[in-house]
């Protein structure tokens, strides 16, 4: 291997270790278990927002000034995945809002970080659907979404209607 080569696999190496410690920041959660719960979820969710059927679900809610949130992401990023990656996870234990065991996570609408409530393991391997769905739930918050109206229950159920079947 020459000099040139050498030095261009080194770039290569260092560019994949930036790339994944750079993915790994968008985790701040206090437990490897919390952690891995949000990556099989947000997994998940990825899988199921590549289907055409479920990312129509974008179309199907605004954000207060009126656009549908496929505009909204459309601003930002061309596509539901790429978003995702803009998307932080970070610990929301001792949050007012986890104070109810019903909540597993939450954010403020047109926030890109998503906190994630002590419960939401558990959750996660009881219904791993559900996780999912609180994934994509959280980032339609995150793309403007408000929330009362439309309730948790029908943001999810609309979400279920379209991306459940897997």
Avoid: K
Avoid at 123 to 150: F, M, T
């Amino acid at each position: 291997m020459t000099r040139s080569q050498a030095l261009c696999v080194a770039a290569l190496a260092l560019l994949e270790t930036r790339t994944a410690l750079a993915g790994e920041a968008h985790f701040r959660l206090a437990t490897a278990e919390r952690a891995d719960a949000v990556r099989a979820a947000r997994r998940g969710a990825l899988d199921r927002l590549s289907s055409p059927n479920c990312s129509e679900v974008l179309a199907d809610f605004q954000d207060a000034a009126g656009l549908s949130l496929r505009e909204r992401l459309a601003a930002v990023v061309p596509t539901a995945d790429e978003y995702l990656g803009l998307v932080y996870f970070y610990d929301g234990e001792g949050a007012n809002q986890c104070r109810d065991t019903g909540v597993l996570a939450f954010t403020a609408p047109g926030s890109r970080v998503v906190y994630v409530c002590p419960q939401f393991a558990a959750a996660q391997r009881r219904d791993r659907r559900l996780a999912e769905v609180i994934v994509i739930h959280e980032v339609l918050h995150s793309l403007g979404l408000g929330e009362n109206p439309p309730t948790s229950r029908d943001i999810n159920a609309r979400i279920l209607a379209r991306c459940g079947s897997r």
